[in-house]
């Protein structure tokens, strides 16, 4: 396999999941944003491959790096997190919206042979998780001289 890919399996995702995603096509949302606003989304994330490494960035705004778990098991990548929004005293009124409660998403991503999994890192700064993934150092290219004989 070439590429990090987004790894789904059924135990994964809930029953409201795939709820969630359904509705979202049926009215033509892009599914990047969550149809529940932000409530139960996931973030966006970008991936990309380097002559060394593989590099994911995810968005999480809102978020600390305490608030969010980074694990790897049998080559899968899960980036996760269940934030509880602080109750910052009582509140005069009764809410008519509330999407600030619970943030909560869970990730993952199947990670190509050729990476190096304790050689994982991740870096958090402004609002985005970067997770450098590099490659083990015979699985990256290298060039061969061509001697005359």
Do not use: C, H
Not at 95 to 113: D, H
């Amino acid at each position: 396999m070439k590429s990090v890919v987004t790894y789904n399996p059924e135990s994964v995702l809930s029953v409201f999941d795939n709820w969630d995603r359904m509705v979202s096509d049926f009215f033509g949302r892009d599914d990047r944003y969550p149809s529940s606003a932000g409530t139960m989304g996931y973030p966006v994330v970008d991936i990309r491959e380097e002559k060394e490494r593989y590099v994911l960035e995810a968005e999480l705004p809102g978020f600390a790096e305490k608030d969010v778990d980074i694990k790897v098991n049998d080559r899968i990548l899960t980036v996760a997190s269940s934030k509880q929004e602080e109750k910052k005293g009582e509140q005069e009124g009764s809410w008519l919206i509330r999407e600030r409660g619970v943030r909560a998403f869970r990730r993952s991503f199947s990670m190509p042979r050729d990476v190096d999994l304790d050689k994982i890192s991740a870096n958090f700064k402004d609002g985005l998780l970067t997770i450098a993934m590099p490659k083990r150092p015979e699985a990256r290219e290298k060039t061969i001289a061509i001697t005359r004989g």
